[in-house]
């Protein structure tokens, strides 16, 4: 995230190789001979505030997944495909070491290079089976009190501080009382005297707030303990909920200082109480036990409600996406015309799209900051464009562009490959993106039976790139919310992905791609709501998708011979489509262009 990211550059007083320093010496202190600092904050999210922005701090990447190790003498940051390029761009080579997470994995690197040694971590920034992962024989590793970043980070920003606010049940769908119950409910199933909801989103959805604490994902970022009567205790900052949120919230809510959160555990002792493992702190399993509490370990109560939107937010999932088209198509519309000219740049681009953002309806923010990329820069899966990378986007070559909106009613992702002309794209990189465009229509076609998960449907969207012995190092899709956050669990497509069915009422995004390093990057991504299928003789229960996101794939990159019977069938429907539903929204020139750029293959 730019604002961020901006903002840990702006903090830091420290050179690169003073700040590792500054903690190596805080280690020493400590008796410790190395430490482990992930990319997340006490919230085990991808999103953090400057104040937990501790890897970029230290290191320079800042990208949203990724975790350094420090040692006396060396140092390593781990990050996984998306971000391979990146890291090598933000880190000094004499400093760090950069590895890929899963083809070379932390615990390698600690066998080599921390035999016989004190590695330190803070229990607040690890889940507790993030830390059994990296165990390995003869590396002790220890919590710590207090964080030695923390302690060498001078003028760190402080905790963010904005005010929850009331979500309104018109775009929520299903009252707070109402989802309390439910989970109330499920606790008592399971025999379970109250769950710890460390997911700021969690708090999100089951008391219909929101927040502004993070950039583009709006949360008020907070802990809570949910009770097996519906009750509720929050924890956060009082300041934060002001009057009208405290009577939102009713009296069955109570909001307390987080500095009241150990005694509130302690107070659980020979309760059962529910621990999403991989969602929370190992600090949390560590006082309860000690406490003399029982850790029951499941999922957070939350997250597959969540997951599953209620009518009114398929509804307003909808509205969003016809609204957000209409943005869309007046970017594309002005892209196209001035492209060519050679005077854009990636700044320039992005902040137009966001322009157009801002005059839609209940638009309160991009849902990331848009990855804007240029020729090279495409190629970069979550590049971020800065003053300094910023270039120009030339004529005749590839543009990527992957944004999004926070609305009222929806959450919006989609990115574009676009040949900016006015020449003719060059057959490779037409027939490399056409085999992405089919991959990605394969999924989005796809009729398959209730049971099955992400993870099972991912390599349908590869085969196009397959057969060319092609791919691309990230998964296919993940899960969107509601006026929240644009990752969301706990569904996904992706081989690494949980195996979790999907259900109706996920939003998911699809966005196959490829990536020709120092050339040009390509990924075509609309999101897809999980809807019910009737398939005629069918022996049990199908589903299959609808596409919410509404604009059109540029036809400069699509070779039509290349595309099955179906295939041109669905994309032709797909570009009708959009012109009956976007284009009456629309002035007259931006629809005629819109009409033109959707003609029939």
Same mark, same amino acid.
């Given at each position: 995230?730019?604002?961020?990211?901006?903002?840990?550059?702006?903090?830091?007083?420290?050179?690169?190789?003073?700040?590792?320093?500054?903690?190596?010496?805080?280690?020493?202190?400590?008796?410790?001979?190395?430490?482990?600092?992930?990319?997340?904050?006490?919230?085990?999210?991808?999103?953090?505030?400057?104040?937990?922005?501790?890897?970029?701090?230290?290191?320079?990447?800042?990208?949203?997944?990724?975790?350094a190790?420090?040692?006396?003498?060396?140092?390593?940051?781990?990050?996984?495909?998306?971000?391979?390029?990146?890291v090598?761009?933000?880190?000094?080579?004499?400093?760090?070491?950069?590895?890929?997470?899963?083809?070379?994995?932390?615990?390698?690197?600690?066998?080599?290079?921390?035999?016989g040694?004190?590695?330190?971590?803070?229990?607040?920034?690890?889940?507790?089976?993030?830390?059994?992962?990296?165990?390995?024989?003869?590396?002790?590793?220890?919590?710590?009190?207090?964080?030695?970043?923390?302690?060498?980070?001078?003028?760190?920003?402080?905790?963010?501080?904005?005010?929850?606010?009331?979500?309104?049940?018109?775009? @929520?769908? *299903?009252? !707070?009382? %109402?989802?309390?119950?439910?989970? /109330? +409910?499920?606790? &008592?199933? $399971?025999?379970?005297? =109250?769950?710890?909801?460390?997911?700021?989103?969690?708090?999100?959805?089951?008391?219909?707030?929101?927040?502004g604490?993070?950039?583009?994902?709006?949360?008020?970022?907070?802990?809570?303990?949910?009770?097996?009567d519906?009750?509720?205790?929050?924890?956060?900052?009082?300041?934060?909920?002001?009057?009208?949120?405290?009577?939102?919230?009713?009296?069955?809510?109570?909001?307390?200082?987080?500095?009241?959160?150990?005694?509130?555990?302690?107070?659980?002792?020979?309760?059962?109480?529910?621990?999403?493992?991989?969602?929370?702190?190992?600090?949390?399993?560590?006082?309860?036990?000690a406490?003399?509490?029982?850790v029951?370990?499941?999922?957070?109560?939350?997250?597959?409600?969540? @997951?599953? *939107?209620? !009518?009114? %937010?398929?509804?307003?999932?909808? /509205? +969003?996406?016809? &609204?957000? $088209?209409?943005?869309? =198509?007046?970017?594309?519309?002005?892209?196209?015309?001035?492209?060519?000219?050679?005077?854009?740049?990636?700044i320039?681009?992005?902040?137009?799209?966001?322009?157009?953002?801002?005059?839609?309806?209940?638009?309160?923010?991009?849902?990331?900051?848009?990855?804007?990329?240029?020729?090279?820069?495409?190629?970069?899966?979550?590049?971020?464009?800065?003053?300094?990378?910023?270039?120009?986007?030339?004529?005749?070559?590839c543009?990527?562009?992957?944004?999004?909106?926070?609305?009222l009613?929806?959450?919006?992702?989609?990115?574009?490959?676009?040949?900016?002309?006015?020449?003719?794209?060059?057959?490779?990189?037409?027939?490399?993106?056409?085999?992405?465009?089919?991959?990605?229509? @394969?999924?989005?076609?796809?009729?398959?039976?209730?049971?099955?998960?992400?993870?099972?449907?991912?390599a349908?969207?590869?085969?196009?790139?397959?057969?060319?012995?092609?791919?691309?190092?990230?998964?296919?899709?993940?899960?969107?919310?509601?006026?929240?956050?644009?990752?969301?669990?706990?569904?996904?497509?992706?081989?690494a992905?949980?195996?979790?069915?999907?259900?109706?009422?996920?939003?998911?995004s699809?966005?196959?791609?490829?990536?020709?390093?120092?050339?040009?990057?390509?990924?075509?991504?609309?999101?897809?709501?999980?809807?019910?299928?009737?398939?005629?003789?069918?022996?049990?229960?199908?589903?299959?998708?609808?596409?919410?996101?509404?604009?059109?794939?540029?036809?400069?990159?699509?070779?039509?011979?290349?595309?099955?019977?179906?295939?041109?069938?669905?994309?032709?429907?797909?570009?009708?489509?959009?012109?009956?539903?976007?284009?009456?929204?629309?002035?007259?020139?931006?629809?005629?262009?819109?009409?033109?750029?959707?003609?029939?293959?």
């Amino acid at each position: 995230m730019d604002t961020c990211n901006n903002a840990v550059t702006r903090i830091t007083t420290l050179s690169p190789s003073d700040r590792l320093a500054a903690l190596r010496a805080r280690l020493a202190e400590a008796g410790l001979q190395g430490f482990i600092i992930p990319r997340s904050d006490e919230h085990i999210g991808e999103y953090v505030p400057p104040s937990g922005e501790r890897l970029a701090w230290l290191s320079g990447f800042t990208g949203s997944a990724g975790m350094a190790i420090v040692l006396a003498d060396r140092a390593a940051v781990f990050t996984d495909g998306r971000y391979t390029l990146q890291v090598r761009n933000q880190t000094d080579p004499a400093m760090w070491e950069c590895r890929h997470l899963t083809e070379e994995p932390a615990t390698d690197w600690l066998k080599a290079h921390a035999q016989g040694l004190r590695i330190g971590y803070d229990p607040w920034l690890h889940a507790g089976p993030a830390i059994e992962r990296l165990a390995v024989p003869g590396v002790t590793l220890v919590p710590v009190a207090a964080n030695p970043v923390d302690a060498a980070w001078t003028n760190r920003p402080p905790a963010p501080m904005a005010e929850a606010v009331p979500h309104p049940i018109a775009f @929520a769908g *299903k009252p !707070a009382q %109402e989802k309390r119950a439910e989970a /109330a +409910a499920a606790l &008592r199933e $399971a025999g379970e005297a =109250a769950a710890v909801l460390a997911d700021p989103h969690s708090l999100a959805w089951l008391l219909n707030i929101r927040g502004g604490d993070l950039a583009n994902t709006p949360l008020a970022l907070g802990f809570a303990l949910l009770h097996d009567d519906a009750r509720v205790d929050v924890f956060m900052a009082p300041q934060k909920v002001p009057p009208a949120t405290r009577a939102h919230l009713g009296n069955q809510v109570v909001v307390r200082p987080r500095e009241e959160l150990p005694a509130a555990l302690d107070a659980l002792r020979g309760k059962r109480v529910r621990i999403d493992a991989e969602a929370t702190p190992a600090w949390f399993t560590e006082r309860l036990r000690a406490a003399g509490a029982e850790v029951s370990a499941n999922e957070d109560p939350c997250r597959l409600p969540r @997951a599953c *939107k209620n !009518a009114i %937010e398929r509804d307003g999932a909808r /509205a +969003a996406h016809r &609204r957000d $088209a209409v943005a869309m =198509a007046r970017f594309l519309a002005w892209f196209a015309r001035e492209a060519p000219k050679g005077g854009l740049s990636e700044i320039s681009a992005a902040e137009r799209l966001l322009a157009f953002r801002r005059e839609v309806e209940h638009f309160r923010g991009e849902s990331f900051s848009a990855i804007s990329g240029a020729g090279e820069h495409g190629a970069i899966v979550h590049y971020r464009v800065t003053p300094e990378s910023n270039r120009r986007i030339a004529p005749d070559e590839c543009y990527l562009i992957d944004s999004g909106g926070q609305y009222l009613d929806g959450t919006t992702d989609i990115t574009r490959t676009l040949w900016t002309g006015p020449g003719q794209a060059p057959a490779q990189l037409r027939e490399r993106a056409t085999r992405v465009l089919k991959g990605h229509i @394969a999924l989005a076609t796809l009729r398959f039976p209730a049971g099955l998960a992400g993870p099972h449907l991912d390599a349908l969207a590869r085969r196009p790139l397959w057969d060319a012995g092609l791919d691309y190092d990230h998964g296919t899709g993940h899960g969107v919310g509601s006026f929240l956050s644009v990752h969301e669990g706990p569904a996904a497509f992706s081989r690494a992905a949980r195996v979790v069915p999907l259900r109706e009422g996920m939003i998911l995004s699809d966005e196959p791609g490829f990536y020709a390093t120092g050339e040009y990057g390509i990924r075509l991504e609309n999101l897809l709501l999980v809807v019910p299928s009737s398939v005629p003789g069918a022996a049990k229960p199908f589903l299959e998708f609808e596409t919410l996101t509404l604009a059109p794939f540029d036809r400069a990159l699509v070779d039509a011979a290349m595309l099955t019977t179906a295939e041109r069938a669905w994309l032709d429907a797909y570009h009708a489509r959009v012109v009956a539903e976007v284009g009456p929204r629309l002035d007259s020139a931006t629809a005629a262009w819109l009409a033109a750029a959707c003609a029939p293959l």
